[in-house]
């Protein structure tokens, strides 16, 4: 299968399997899902949400008003510049976002325990594979090309 032909399969598939997960169970959208679990990590400001999402910040700031609406955000000062607000996740929040992923596992492994072993092992392939695509270009690059760039800067 051609790489153009792949992509427009691979985009398809990506496509049903975020529907599969909205029409059986996780109902918050995926930007919403992003920005909860990047707030694990400790507050942000708007901005760099906006930019971890490539939203605009206008966009960011009225997700983030019905995420704090929600229970799941608050705003606080920053520690360091008053002028400053941060976004933190609340208790609440974490709760939702952990019941989010955990009933996105279940959707998911009620479609894998059906399947043979064969088709585990395929997938467990396609998911490394999806991994990898995920990857910097320069990560992803085979070792050997890798190796010929790097001599060809040598010389």
């Not at 608050?74 to 208790?91: L, S, W």
Request: net charge positive; proline share 4%; with cysteine.
């Amino acid at each position: 299968m051609s790489a153009e032909k792949l992509s427009e399969e691979l985009a398809a598939a990506i496509t049903e399997v975020a529907r599969l997960l909205i029409r059986e169970g996780v109902h918050v959208n995926r930007t919403s899902l992003s920005v909860l679990a990047t707030l694990r990590d400790g507050p942000k400001r708007v901005t760099d949400l906006a930019a971890s999402e490539f939203v605009s910040q206008p966009g960011m700031t009225t997700l983030v008003s019905r995420l704090e609406d929600q229970g799941w955000v608050e705003r606080q000062p920053d520690p360091c510049d008053g002028r400053v607000v941060n976004v933190a996740i609340t208790r609440a929040g974490v709760t939702m976002l952990e019941a989010a992923l955990a009933m996105r596992t279940q959707v998911l492994r009620r479609r894998i325990e059906p399947l043979g072993a064969a088709e585990r092992k395929e997938l467990a392939v396609a998911v490394a594979a999806l991994r990898r695509l995920t990857q910097d270009e320069a990560e992803v690059r085979p070792a050997g090309s890798r190796a010929r760039r790097a001599g060809r800067a040598q010389t």
